[in-house]
């Protein structure tokens, strides 16, 4: 899961090396080569026979499909219609939601050091883009609320049914089901070669592989601890644009940053230091 997370926060310093892609279009592309990517992994996965698998996973597959898909697409609405600090601290709830729904679906046990990581990483992510948080925009928070609430759906989801069903091949409807969506939205295409071969590398390994890989974490962390160390992904996204495109980062960041981070080491330290 950290592995996910560390290729997950490529996002921000690989997006702002693009020439023109933005918003929609953006979204269409990264989708469209995660779609590939993922026919690709799964190819090998079933040793040629990808369909198959695809079809054994039924409703339950479509509907983990259909969550991907929403968060895949929702993210990028959200920017465009509020602050990034706004988006962030919106997906910063989706620890919170995933122990809630695990607690009420799963009947799984939360442990109080656990809920005071959730919340003080909540708190971190709240330092972080505070300085930029405003009350602009309230129909993109809406939108972006579609991401924490969809990744503890499909979270759950996916932990309940994990021994009896691979819905790893869901990543592959979601992506599918995202391009649909932004296709109308993102037309008429106007990419470039350089920004194709980026949007590959964002849609192949920074969105097919950790999704993929996050699935198979599943067999060993419940919802909450998954969503909880996804969220690595919000401190790291700041620093690679910092290492890698110069772009500025507020003491507020790193600050919040370490609170996070100082959260999820207790937090793994704590639970995995007993028999579960």
Request: charged residues 10%.
């Amino acid at each position: 899961m950290v592995g996910c997370a560390v290729l997950w926060s490529s996002a921000g310093a690989l997006t702002r090396m693009l020439e023109n892609a933005r918003g929609f279009e953006l979204s269409f592309w990264r989708s469209l080569f995660c779609a590939t990517a993922m026919l690709l992994i799964l190819t090998v996965q079933e040793r040629g026979r990808p369909v198959g698998t695809v079809l054994k996973m039924g409703w339950t597959g479509l509907f983990s499909g259909l969550m991907w898909a929403v968060m895949f697409t929702c993210f990028m609405i959200a920017l465009t219609k509020t602050s990034v600090a706004n988006t962030l601290l919106v997906i910063g709830l989706s620890p919170l939601l995933a122990a809630l729904l695990a607690r009420i679906v799963l009947g799984q046990t939360i442990r109080l050091i656990t809920w005071a990581a959730i919340i003080a990483a909540g708190a971190g992510i709240w330092w972080m883009v505070h300085e930029a948080i405003s009350v602009d925009g309230l129909t993109g928070i809406l939108i972006g609320l579609g991401v924490p609430l969809a990744s503890a759906i499909n979270l759950v989801t996916l932990r309940r049914v994990h021994a009896e069903l691979d819905l790893a091949p869901a990543v592959l409807l979601g992506a599918l089901i995202s391009c649909a969506a932004m296709l109308p939205l993102a037309w008429p295409l106007a990419t470039s070669g350089r920004d194709l071969l980026i949007l590959a590398f964002l849609g192949a390994f920074q969105l097919a592989l950790p999704c993929w890989l996050m699935v198979r974490a599943l067999a060993w962390l419940a919802p909450h601890e998954v969503a909880l160390i996804a969220l690595l992904e919000v401190v790291l996204g700041p620093l690679w644009a910092w290492l890698f495109v110069g772009e500025a980062t507020p003491v507020a960041t790193l600050q919040g940053g370490v609170v996070v981070l100082a959260a999820l080491i207790v937090n793994t330290l704590a639970t995995r230091s007993s028999p579960r």
